[in-house]
């Protein structure tokens, strides 16, 4: 039976993250379903906890940003400054098209 390219990428992390370090993830969602992602965050969530894994990710999906422990940090504007995830532009949009999308398309 095949994976999908999600799935693979899934089982990849579920074996790559088992080894100490700091990882650096680069929009990691982009080969995931929101549903796979929801599975990624919380692997993410489950590796930190045991205490052998940090990451630094750099995401656009409201998804993965949502991780409760996670500081955000926000490169908008003139300086990088910490920011609440639903003061996040892409949660405001996502919650807006999602609450209407009429208004969108």
Do not use: N, W
């Not at 990882?23 to 590796?47: G, V």
């Not at 995830?85 to 949660?91: F, N, V």
């Amino acid at each position: 039976m095949s994976q999908s390219h999600g799935q693979a990428i899934l089982g990849y992390a579920r074996a790559r993250y088992l080894r100490e370090g700091i990882y650096f993830l680069d929009e990691p969602e982009t080969a995931l379903s929101p549903r796979t992602q929801i599975a990624f965050l919380s692997l993410l969530r489950q590796m930190a906890k045991e205490g052998h894994a940090q990451f630094i990710v750099v995401s656009h999906s409201p998804i993965l940003l949502s991780c409760p422990e996670a500081v955000i940090y926000s490169f908008d504007g003139d300086r990088i400054a910490p920011v609440p995830y639903e003061e996040t532009d892409y949660y405001r949009v996502y919650k807006s098209f999602l609450e209407d999308r009429g208004k969108y398309l």
